[in-house]
């Protein structure tokens, strides 16, 4: 089955822009979590969706937000673009197996450049 | 202090090693979860363990609730091993779907 898909993978954008990425997970999985990797502070849990509802918000500023559509894609927008935003974002989608735990699949990530 | 530490931080072997990364966690867990992460960014999830053992072809990965510690072996390294490993946990109740990360170690295979 086709696995977690990202686009665009790779994004430059000015400080100041609004930027919108884009994640489709795998068929069946409904719930999808963003994720932001720097070099400085590693993988940082940005928020989590299932069925269209936002359940768990990280520790970032308002400018990040994110929605998910009844197919269970998902988008997250980042507005006002700073230069500390360029980062490798991740999305990946999860099940829940028969004990109730979640596993995850990730996508390739979108890596974003702020000029 | 960060809720997963991993260590070393960085780690180097030679070709057929016996390699161990070590993961300690200080809140409660329902599972915690092995990834790898090569070069170029993509993350593959290898292990997702609640208690006990898993073994997948040359990897086993180990945890010990009571001790909130897992740690992740590589029988017989090989230079295509090396990637960074990262070692996550899900929380219980509301957050179980929020992963939360260690630093990672970077593991160096040489020939």
């Known amino acids: 089955k086709a696995g977690v898909t990202q686009t665009p993978r790779y994004l430059i954008k000015t400080r100041g822009q609004q930027v919108t990425l884009s994640c489709s997970p795998i068929?069946?999985?409904?719930?999808v979590s963003w994720y932001q990797q720097t070099p400085g502070q590693g993988l940082q849990f940005l928020f989590e969706y299932f069925s269209e509802t936002q359940r768990n918000k990280g520790n970032f500023p308002g400018r990040f937000s994110g929605r998910q559509f009844s197919n269970s894609r998902s988008e997250m927008n980042v507005s006002t673009l700073e230069l500390g935003d360029s980062a490798l974002y991740l999305c990946a989608s999860s099940f829940r197996d028969l004990r109730g735990l979640a596993g995850y699949t990730f996508g390739s990530g979108t890596r974003l450049t702020v000029v | 202090k960060n809720e997963v530490e991993q260590s070393p931080q960085n780690l180097t072997a030679q070709e057929g090693e016996f390699i161990t990364i070590n993961c300690s966690y200080s809140v409660g867990i329902s599972a915690l979860h092995w990834l790898q992460q090569h070069p170029g960014g993509g993350i593959v999830s290898l292990f997702m363990l609640s208690s006990g053992k898993k073994k997948h072809g040359r990897l086993i990965a180990t945890i010990n609730i009571q001790e909130k510690h897992s740690s992740l072996h590589i029988t017989a390294s090989h230079p295509r091993d090396s990637a960074v490993y990262i070692c996550a946990r899900t929380g219980s109740g509301g957050s179980n779907y929020k992963l939360t990360f260690g630093k990672g170690t970077l593991l160096t295979v040489n020939p």
């Open positions: 068929s069946g999985h409904r719930s």
